[in-house]
Structures are given as C-alpha cells and as structure tokens.
C-alpha cells in the first residue's frame, strides 16, 4: 500500500476590517468541513473575533482551524496605539495609514510560510505583495476580494477602456462597454482619485491589486453562478481570470447561535430581537442598517429618522455606538416614545443574519456591501439600496437593474467623508421605503427575491454549483506541483 496523502493545508490572511474577516472565517470553516486544515492570521486585538467560532467548531467536530498572531505595527506606522481595526477610525489618511502599516506585516509572513510551508495561502486584495511573498516559496495564492463577479468585471472594464473620460460632467452618465448588460454610471459614482488624479495613492495601489491577481494561481469569489452566470463567465472567459465561485459563505452558519454571534458580541439580545419580530406580520418590517465602515453624518441621519416615521412602517434601525451618543444633535425630540411598538432602534452591531432571516422582515435598507448584499439575497429579502463606497455603486447596478429586487434611495456621490452637499433628503427616503413594500411591482421584486434565497441554499448544498467549484478547488490544490 501506498504511503497515506499529506494532509492539505490552506492559510488565511484576511485584511482587518470586519467586513473582510467575517467572511473569511466563514471560508476557512468551508475548507476545514472538508477535512482541511485551515490557519487564519490575525492581529492581537482582532483573534477574539475568531475564537470564539473556532473553538465552538471544535466542539462540533471540526477541529481543523487555528489561529497565528502577528504582532500589527501601529505605533511605528503613526497610529494610534491599540489600533488593529480599520473601524477604529476614518478618513482618507486614517485608510493610507492602515493600508501602509499593514504592508509592514510582508516579513512576518515570509517567515510563517517559510516555517509551516502550507500547500496554498488565501490572502486578501489588500495585500497584494502576497502574491510575491508566496510565489518565492512556490506556494499558490489565492485572492480574496470580498465582492461579487459583476463588481470585478465593472471595476476591469472601467480600468481598460476609461469611459469617464467620455462625458462632459460630473454627472452625465456613461456606459459601461463590452458587459453582457447595458450598465450605466456617473463619475460622481467612482473614487474621485480614479478620475481626477490618476497618479495618487489610490492609483497606485489599484494596479498593484490587480498585478499581483494577475500573476496569483486565481480568485476565490463569495457568490454563486445562478446569482450572476453571465458575469461569472464574462470574468472568467472574456477577463481571462481563474475563478471559484464558494458562496454565499455565510449560509455555513445554522445554528442561532452561529448566527447571533458573527463578528462583534450583539448589542441587543438576539432572543429579546426575534421575540419583538414575532409580533410582527411576516413582510412588514423595514430593516435598515449600513454595515460596519459606513459612517453616515448626524444630519443624514436626522433625514432618515424623519422618513421612517413618516413612512407609517414598521422597521428595525442599526446606529452605530458613536452615533447615538450624539443622538441630541440629529433626533428629533420624542421620536423613540411616538414610535414604541413601531420601530426598533438598536444601538452598536445587531444579528443582521437573523434578522435578516425572520419572516417579518420585508425590506432591508442597505449600503450595498456585498456582504450585507448576500445576506439579503440569502434571505429573500428585497432591498432599498444607498451605497457610500468602495465597490457599492457597482453592487446597486447589480441589485436594481439584473436582479431587479431593489429600489435605489437616489444616492449620487462616491466617498469615503460623507458631506451634506449631496446628502439624501428625507422625501426621497420615505419614498423608497414605500415603494420597496406597498403595491404590485414590490409584491414582483419579492417573488423574485425568494427565488433568489432558494438557489442560494440549493448552490452550497452537495452536488450545487459552489459545493463543487470548492471541491474542484480543493482537489486541484491536492495535486498541484509547482
């Protein structure tokens, strides 16, 4: 008999925000429940947000997850001690300063796959020297973006044929050329660094993101082909890229408890939640929430507190700590007492799954990060769609007009600072809230949206499509020799 296959090893490197380390730690127990042995690298501050999973996956029988620190080099980098989050602060320098501290992580990575010699590292677009860190010692990288197939294949587009440069202001839209739909989009919907100066930090590092996926053994994708098979194909086919579709990561979580306890510790108890949602009827509450890095000014929210007690429904509102802190400055005075038994406002991180997941949510609010975007499409649920940043224009393109489950609050500017020149006014809020739950066309993006939920499950369940690109990938990785 032949001697017993080495025991496959994949390391994870996920850049430190939430919104990149949750799904990560999703894919890394997706590996290990195939009998993987997955290591996630972290910083000091940011483990807790993994251990407390891991462990409960060694309870379960899948004992295949540890976890290596790196020490993060704040102080040396000119941050504040202490600070190993990208939520811990905001800004365009805060983010340069993050982005280039965590660049100094480049050694002590050498030096852990030098030691462990792992058989491939997945590492996030953030950290595009680790293509080369990796390729020294013939170990296969693989990228992780965090977003979907049609954002990639925009964001490629968009580089290649710069149609920004062919309109004539700020707001005049252009189209996107050689996609498989006619997508439309303002300049005033991309960084302004992208188009305004095409030398800055920003630049830069966008090509260096997308050298080091060019030269990397391929893409790792948090989606799945019935979501968006033309854009699957398209980034595969016409882009050239290699790429395995393993999503939605998230749906790995099934218990409660899994659910209640991603990411941060809850600031409302998931049981006290669930009970308030019970009372509801199944597809009238609103849920509204802008994920972890969006910061929303207090006169923005002062608009949206309007509109959602104008709007006569029922809803659910994530703020953040900070925020309702401040709440003096943008609240209007009795609101919280006019809207008991209506409206929930929780302050700090909630259960979005399960919430998400409860029959009484008809509506989710959303700044359209993907990851936030695949859990309401996990959950069938219809969406209002206001992106801020990064890829989210892109990913409301994708909801509104090929999914055709969303309705856009009308927001028009790319930016990481928010500002109340091009704030949302709270007419435009109420309206969209509306639209998204009342009448025949919001009965249509529904069904469509359950339809999407069911495919979604079928695709990560044996024999579905992201089932089986993860297990191609993983046999792949079996055999691969350099």
């Not at 973006?145 to 490629?156: K, R």
């Amino acid at each position: 008999m032949g001697a017993e296959p080495q025991q496959l090893h994949a390391v994870f490197f996920p850049f430190m925000a939430h919104g990149h380390m949750i799904p990560t730690l999703d894919i890394a127990r997706l590996f290990a429940s195939r009998g993987v042995r997955s290591t996630i690298i972290t910083t000091p501050l940011n483990a807790p947000i993994f251990t407390k999973a891991i462990d409960k996956a060694k309870k379960m029988g899948i004992p295949l997850i540890d976890i290596e620190v790196f020490k993060f080099p704040a102080k040396e980098a000119g941050l504040p001690e202490g600070c190993e989050n990208l939520e811990e602060a905001s800004g365009h320098e805060f983010l340069r300063k993050f982005i280039h501290t965590s660049e100094l992580l480049c050694e002590q990575l050498e030096q852990y796959l030098e030691k462990t010699r792992p058989h491939c590292l997945v590492a996030d677009m953030f950290f595009p020297w680790a293509t080369d860190t990796a390729s020294k010692l013939n170990i296969p990288r693989l990228v992780f973006h965090g977003t979907s197939f049609f954002a990639l294949c925009a964001a490629e587009i968009i580089n290649r044929y710069e149609p920004y440069k062919n309109v004539s202001s700020d707001d005049e839209l252009f189209t996107l050329p050689s996609l498989p739909h006619e997508v439309k989009l303002t300049r005033l919907q991309l960084p302004e660094d992208l188009w305004k100066y095409e030398e800055s930090d920003w630049m830069k590092r966008s090509r260096l993101i997308k050298e080091s996926e060019v030269k990397s053994y391929g893409v790792i994708v948090n989606s799945f082909y019935e979501l968006e098979p033309d854009y699957a194909d398209f980034y595969r086919k016409e882009l050239g890229r290699r790429a395995w579709h393993i999503g939605p990561v998230v749906l790995c979580n099934r218990s409660i408890e899994d659910k209640a306890q991603r990411g941060k510790p809850p600031a409302v108890d998931e049981h006290e939640c669930l009970k308030w949602l019970d009372s509801r009827k199944p597809n009238s509450v609103i849920y509204v929430c802008f994920g972890s890095t969006a910061h929303v000014i207090g006169p923005q929210l002062h608009e949206i507190a309007v509109a959602l007690e104008a709007s006569e429904q029922a809803f659910i509102w994530v703020v953040k700590n900070e925020d309702y802190e401040k709440s003096a400055e943008w609240l209007p005075p009795g609101l919280e007492e006019r809207v008991k038994g209506r409206g929930l406002i929780i302050k700090g991180w909630a259960p979005q799954v399960l919430i998400l997941e409860h029959e009484a949510i008809g509506a989710f609010v959303t700044h359209c990060g993907w990851n936030s975007t695949l859990e309401g499409i996990s959950a069938g649920v219809p969406m209002v769609t206001w992106p801020v940043f990064a890829e989210q224009f892109y990913n409301e393109k994708l909801i509104i007009q090929i999914l055709k489950i969303g309705v856009p609050v009308g927001s028009k500017k790319w930016s990481v600072v928010a500002s109340t020149e091009y704030m949302v006014k709270r007419d435009a809020i109420e309206k969209a809230l509306r639209e998204i739950m009342e009448g025949e066309e919001a009965e249509e993006r529904r069904n469509r949206a359950k339809k999407l939920k069911e495919l979604a499950w079928k695709a990560v369940e044996e024999g579905g499509s992201s089932y089986s690109d993860l297990t191609a990938l993983i046999n792949e990785l079996r055999v691969y020799r350099p």
